[in-house]
């Protein structure tokens, strides 16, 4: 099915997710932080980018924003994203809507709405 980069600093959040979509088909690298995110993007092509907003080092929002720049300079297409988080934030939901995201979804998630953003990001 589609290769998939989620990035998320909870654990038993990645475990549940990479499950979830291991078990649609998918093939699912994780990592914990924005940085590892783009080095992994630099070596694989994903199909479809999922990351938390907060998180150490570089926050989601970030990660995209530099990743796409990296995919650009690269001559390499956008790829869709799906932001999840606990928090709501004005600002962070803002910025989201100005960088045209396509996917946002609160934490818990109900994960029938989860997939079916999924499949949509993929179609």
Request: charged letters at 35%.
């Amino acid at each position: 099915m589609a290769r998939i980069l989620l990035v998320d600093d909870e654990e038993l959040v990645v475990k549940s997710i990479e499950k979830l979509l291991k078990k649609e088909g998918h093939e699912v690298v994780s990592v914990k932080n924005g940085q590892d995110a783009l080095n992994q993007a630099e070596t694989i092509d994903f199909d479809l980018i999922i990351t938390d907003i907060r998180m150490p080092k570089l926050n989601g929002l970030d990660t995209i924003q530099r990743l796409r720049e990296y995919l650009k300079a690269h001559g390499k297409s956008r790829i869709p994203e799906i932001c999840i988080t606990g928090y709501a934030d004005n600002d962070l939901n803002h910025r989201a809507e100005e960088l045209g995201i396509n996917e946002y979804l609160y934490k818990p998630f109900d994960l029938r709405d989860f997939l079916a953003c999924v499949k949509r990001c993929l179609a």
